[in-house]
């Protein structure tokens, strides 16, 4: 094999990744003669660039951009957190609104539901009574249970604020 059909085949495995360092070594000497062909020289430049970083000038300002990008990303990351509590904040806000809203928005029982009628007998109102009562119960029951999901909101949206 000739030396150019080498360092065809070398380069090939290594811009697949599959050389070793004794083959690096060879690339490495072969970029180094400073009579080499003028096909050569992109590769040359790129190898040299890989494994002789004095020889790469940074560009001016770099450092300073590189400082603004790591503040910025600092900023969003602490503003994460702020929008996350704004968002717990306005989320128990809504329930609490769509709780008001779900309060007036229940149909109101009509008057047929009721007894209008006065008892004589007492054994007869307290039969009554117990079923009003009964009634009462049920309906405030019903009420409370969409309330348990917004206590549970609200649980979670303390054990946030506490974090802070």
């Given at each position: 094999m000739?030396?150019?059909?080498?360092?065809?085949?070398?380069?090939?495995?290594?811009y697949d990744g599959d050389t070793t360092p004794e083959e690096e070594k060879i690339l490495a000497q072969f970029f180094n003669?400073?009579?080499?062909?003028?096909?050569?020289?992109?590769?040359?430049?790129?190898?040299?660039?890989?494994?002789?970083?004095a020889r790469i000038s940074l560009p001016e300002g770099l450092s300073k951009r590189l400082e603004n990008v790591i503040d910025r990303h600092i900023k969003e990351k602490t503003g994460s957190k702020t929008r996350k509590l704004y968002l717990s904040l306005l989320s128990a806000a809504a329930?609490?609104?769509?709780?008001?809203?779900?309060?007036?928005?229940?149909?109101?029982?009509?008057?047929?539901?009721?007894?209008?009628?006065?008892?004589?007998?007492?054994e007869e109102a307290a039969i009554a009574a117990e079923q009003a009562l009964l009634l009462v119960s049920t309906k405030l029951n019903k009420g409370l249970t969409p309330l348990a999901k917004v206590k549970e909101s609200v649980n979670k949206t303390n054990e946030i604020l506490n974090e802070f």
């Amino acid at each position: 094999m000739t030396d150019e059909k080498k360092i065809e085949q070398l380069l090939a495995d290594f811009y697949d990744g599959d050389t070793t360092p004794e083959e690096e070594k060879i690339l490495a000497q072969f970029f180094n003669n400073h009579e080499i062909s003028e096909k050569w020289h992109t590769d040359r430049d790129l190898f040299t660039a890989l494994y002789d970083p004095a020889r790469i000038s940074l560009p001016e300002g770099l450092s300073k951009r590189l400082e603004n990008v790591i503040d910025r990303h600092i900023k969003e990351k602490t503003g994460s957190k702020t929008r996350k509590l704004y968002l717990s904040l306005l989320s128990a806000a809504a329930v609490a609104i769509l709780c008001i809203g779900l309060f007036f928005a229940v149909e109101k029982p009509s008057e047929r539901d009721f007894i209008a009628d006065t008892y004589t007998n007492p054994e007869e109102a307290a039969i009554a009574a117990e079923q009003a009562l009964l009634l009462v119960s049920t309906k405030l029951n019903k009420g409370l249970t969409p309330l348990a999901k917004v206590k549970e909101s609200v649980n979670k949206t303390n054990e946030i604020l506490n974090e802070f």
